[in-house]
């Protein structure tokens, strides 16, 4: 049997799919052509991408400038910054191409949104990328979809639409095995009907529950014995999460309620430290003032990406808070003769060597497989033969002798890579991915504790702050939480992008405004997916599907303010729960603990008691702009202060090394 040609239904073109570049790049624009093809199999929905000048726009123009194409809007004037991606990297376009009636559901932009775009969900969890409409059309589209589907709009979500099951013999199929109608009775029930309505209704309807009594409901056995009520019920002293249990005075009865979280405050975010607020954090000798303040600044604003070069090795404790200009540039002599001593170590060991060495062998196979495949998409380690890749290596295998019990894991490159951007610098690098470990290194132990910890943790928070959700995921088997194992293990790495990830990691290494704020985090993405979820009933596979898919489309400052908020609603709690107030260690009347996600190594333990001994305390009742209104008091004392210098200047020659100096077209570098 010959198959008919494709009909095409509907035809779009200047869809385009929006993807985040580092730092200092033009955000990628991959224009597209959205189809609707009606086809033997049924009706797909296709997005192809396609060069510039096929996408033609009636209402639009586009104009060639030196490696990009700029947008023009009804004048000669380039009036919008958007890039389309000139070929640099081997990316490949997302494949969409798909049966509608697969689809789940579908999300539309909020009115507010510059374009209008669309995200699709599939019932199997897969959620392909926004496609972005930038010559108009999501209302036709919407309402080709409506001539083949049944769409819902959600009771709780305006900007997110159901899809309906349509089966058309479910209905007819349905009645034959209620069997209303018997065989030699088909002929004579229209006249039944007309004789006597009500007789013949009801005969339908009592046939109807004999059916789901015998074939839907199953009858409960009666217990031959009853459970002790301890079985049924937890011990009335047992915290409950969201439920607030009092026993009644005078009787034998327990009165339970939910807890009622406070209003969650709207919580907005600052601009991120510059230059000159930074160099007013320091005195003359370029030690930090009041280390709480820079903490709180940089947790309200992030850094300026061209700051992060010093700001982080602060954060990481490579460089002591209360450290000066000098101290530094001594401690940094140090760090390089120790970092090259390390690396000397297994650099020297020969291949006989290496042959009775299996742990070094395992070790080195695997971050070779690792260093591979981490981030080659990025600039910084795109193509081949990069030097740059050879660095990753050199810093993970050294710090396999730094840290030999904990050796090598799988991720740890993920950490590392943001950090060897950043840095520009093989040494630097080392001593902040060391930091980094250093706090939240349990993650990667065998035994796998620390994990299991922070999911029992997580559960906990969305039993009290989410019960709703919390019941939800129960019933659906996946109240363990293993769907954000990845989330936790490498701290969002790969839900972000690059950009995103390093302003989200700086927020978390200033430890404020809580410990283990992170898990906030979670709780925040929770909140801004929850009705997908539960709308669309997905079970475990599709929720672990559907979180995967949300891969580089968070919004990092939207997720910030809801973790915040969050955060104040517990801080300003009524009866916090011990549970949860152990697991953020919120206490009345004092502020929450420096960023220990893990329980801290001894030196961890003295440097933050070292870094809050300089520090001043805020008060408790702060609103969220008191933080930048101190840091401006800060900086105004500080009249002797003058405008700072780096302290990594440049150092007397060390060991000679052709992979210590990352390679850069625009810059000369150090070690």
Partial sequence: MTSSSPELLLSNNGVFIHETAADGEDDILRA??????RKDEGIFLEWKECAVEDTPNRETEWTMVPHTVSYVNGSDKVSDCLQVQKKKTQ????????????MKCFKKSKKSSKWKHLVFILRCGTTYPALHFHNGGTKMLIEELLKHLTINRSLHDNYLFLVREHDPQALSKSFDELKLFEKDQAGDIITKFFQDPVTATIGGFSKVTNFLRENLI???????????????????????????????????????????????????????????????????????TDVDVVREAVFRGGVEPHLRNEVWKF???????????????EQRKLKVDDYFRMKLQWKSINEDQQSRFS????RKSL????????????????????????????????????????GYVQGMSDLLAPILVVMENEVDAFWCFAGFIQMMGRNFEKDQQAMKNQLFQLQSLVLFVDPVLANYLESHDSSNMYFCFRWLLIIFKREFSFP????????????????????LLCLAIFDTVKTTLIENNFGFNEILKYVNDLSCNINVNEIL????????????CRDLPSTVHNILCLSTGAEGSPFQPFPPTHSDEQRTEASTQSSTKSSPERTVTHVADRAKSVATRSLHHHNCHSGTAKEPSTPDDDSIEILSDHMDLVY
């Fill in 359 to 362: 742990e070094l062998r395992d």
């Fill in 218 to 288: 199953a009858p409960e056995p009666f217990p031959s014995e009853f459970p002790a009520p301890s079985e049924i019920l937890p011990p009335v002293d047992v915290d409950l999460g969201g439920l607030e249990m009092n026993p009644l005075e005078g009787t034998e009865f327990t009165l339970i309620s939910t807890r009622d979280l406070p209003a969650r405050p709207v919580v907005s975010r600052s601009p991120a430290v510059d230059s000159e607020l930074w160099s007013k954090f320091m005195n003359r000798e370029g030690q930090i």
């Fill in 561 to 572: 303010c809801i973790a915040e908020a969050i955060y104040c609603q517990l801080r300003d």
């Fill in 315 to 329: 954060l990481l404790g490579y460089y002591q808070w209360d450290s000066t200009y000098k101290s530094r540039t």
């Fill in 367 to 406: 971050i070779e497989k690792d260093v591979m495949r981490t981030d080659r998409t990025h600039s910084f380690f795109e193509g081949e033969n990069n030097p740059n890749i050879s660095v990753l290596y050199d810093i993970l295998l050294t710090h396999c002798l730094y840290d030999f019990d904990l």
């Fill in 500 to 519: 995103d990830i390093m302003r989200l990691w700086e927020v978390l290494w200033t430890g404020k405004p809580c410990k283990n704020f992170h898990l």
């Fill in 91 to 102: 990316q490949r376009a997302p494949v969409i191409n798909f049966d509608i009636k697969d």
């Fill in 32 to 37: 597209g052509k959205i189809c609707l093809w």
